[in-house]
T-cell receptor, first 112, second 114 residues
Framework: NAGVTQTPKFQVLKTGQSMTLQCAQD?????MSWYRQDPGMGLRLIHY???????DQGEVPNGYNVSRSTTEDFPLRLLSAAPSQTSVYFCASRRAIGGKQYFGPGTRLTVT | TQLLEQSPQFLSIQEGENLTVYCNSSSVFSSLQWYRQEPGEGPVLLVTVVTGGEVKKLKRLTFQFGDARKDSSLHITAAQPGDTGLYLC??????????????FGKGTKLTVNP
């Protein structure tokens, strides 16, 4: 049972480049979300999804896109990377109601 | 504006000491969660408290949810070096769209020295 997996583990981008952070879960969880973690800021919600085909914005959605074509996968797309997007990104999943939230191991992104 | 204020931000203590971490808000939450995160890893859920006044114990860790469901505390008795890590509280709120979202505090970085 892999839980929540994220790839890549580390990534360096130049300003203006685009890329997709991958997230997958094998627990058949309805709810998936993306957070970014910056020093002294805690975790901030970027986008979330309550099921396949349904996504919504969190606190800090600008510069990011998501889609949820399957229950298992929830990729996060950076359209045009900016230095302000340098952060550690965590994907999480849980059952829709009352479920324990599981986090992936994170992707450390640096934008130069 | 930080919805959940967590204090202290940093805490360095000696093995065997007791400590308390606080998580405060002016908002009411449907539940409150505590996580522990180690360097290079994702947060791991320790406990969820749901009812106002609820107290939960996990070995040497005691979690309490305030009567008004606006605040919570984490108390560690006889801290050990293995307790070292970043402790995060997260409050659950229902959004207008009918889904439950988590709001995280900034975290308390605990170091327990042997």
């Amino acid at each position: 049972n892999a839980g929540v997996t994220q790839t890549p583990k580390f990534q360096v981008l130049k300003t203006g480049q685009s890329m997709t952070l991958q997230c997958a879960q094998d627990m058949n969880h309805e709810y998936m979300s993306w957070y970014r973690q910056d020093p002294g800021m805690g975790l901030r919600l970027i986008h979330y999804s309550v099921g396949a085909g349904i996504t919504d914005q969190g606190e800090v959605p600008n510069g990011y896109n998501v889609s949820r074509s399957t229950t298992e996968d929830f990729p996060l797309r950076l359209l045009s990377a900016a230095p302000s997007q340098t952060s550690v990104y965590f994907c999480a999943s849980r059952r829709a109601i009352g479920g324990k939230q599981y986090f992936g191991p994170g992707t450390r992104l640096t934008v130069t | 504006t930080q919805l959940l204020e967590q204090s202290p931000q940093f805490l360095s203590i000696q093995e065997g000491e007791n400590l308390t971490v606080y998580c405060n808000s002016s908002s009411v939450f449907s539940s409150l969660q505590w996580y522990r995160q180690e360097p290079g890893e994702g947060p791991v859920l320790l406990v969820t408290v749901v009812t106002g006044g609820e107290v939960k114990k996990l070995k040497r860790l005691t979690f309490q949810f305030g009567d008004a469901r606006k605040d919570s505390s984490l108390h560690i008795t006889a801290a050990q070096p293995g307790d070292t890590g970043l402790y995060l509280c997260a409050g659950a709120r229902w959004s207008q769209g009918g889904s439950e979202k988590l709001v995280f505090g900034k975290g308390t970085k605990l170091t327990v020295n042997p």
